[in-house]
């Protein structure tokens, strides 16, 4: 429940140091009562926060290989999978290598994808029962975590699903780092797939896609996108963004930063020069996956 604490003294304290003209203006109850949207309390509106649901492929891939790897196939114990951990993978490459065979999300895998949408079921559940009965103020769960996947990622030690110690989360709703293998559109069902829709006490999920400049060139490639965009709108998903480049161009700006000064990056709701990026961030976005055809 920390989060939801830290949520309302958030709130609290907007109303003091903050104001967003633009955004009232475009409210209807901010209109109607001359009120900031960044007040604690909009009269005949809700008290709204979030709480940042993070690394929800990691989660997912983790339990879908523990099921599967441990409980039913019994390909491992759950002694020899906790060793594995502990040294994270060091000298277990094979055993590392067996919990990354295991059901991933974003493959619109239902194995995986059944997981994925209890464990939002039993977010947004708690989210709504527990933020009103202890704060009196809707915490509605969002996977949005704004670039924090990665330091929290640096505290959080290796994982079942095979990512090592320190590595990053996976981010909002994407799934983790080379693990969607069978194109965007199943990262897309996937996101349908384990979204509860008719539950209330949500908000939005923020999907990162990669493409390679070869797959979206010409009209044809331009075509693709505008599909793509469109099946996302048609699943009722929330937010998307993308990245056009190649894994090679952006491990040559590391490299080379002065030669590529002008690299813009979309990173989690906002743009960036890559070459000003921290390591961290440089590797987490070398790290997704690459998707050469659509």
Known sequence: KTAFVQQYLINKLRAEHFAQPMGSAMHDLCMKHCIDLHQEQIPEGINLGYFE????????????????????????????????????????????????????????????????????????????????????????????????????GKVVSATPNGRTDGFPLSDGSSASHGADVNGPTAVLLSNYNTKNMGMRDRAARMLNIKFTPKCLEGEAGTEKLVSFIRTFCDLKLWHVQFNVLNRETLVAAQKDPQKYRNLIVRIAGYSAYFVDLSPDLQNDLIARTEHETC
């Open 53 to 152: 649901y993070m690394g929800l492929g990691t989660v997912v891939d983790s339990l879908a290989a523990v099921k599967k790897l441990v409980f039913e196939e019994k390909k491992l114990t759950m002694d020899q999978l906790i060793k594995a951990i502990d040294a994270n993978f060091k000298g277990y490459e094979d055993v590392q290598a067996l919990l990354r065979s295991a059901p991933c999300y974003g493959n619109n895998d239902p194995y995986a994808d059944a997981i994925g949408r209890e464990i939002d079921r039993i977010s947004v559940e708690y989210g709504g029962k527990y933020s009103m009965k202890d704060l009196g103020m809707h915490n509605d769960v969002r996977y949005v975590p704004f670039t924090s996947h990665v330091p929290f």
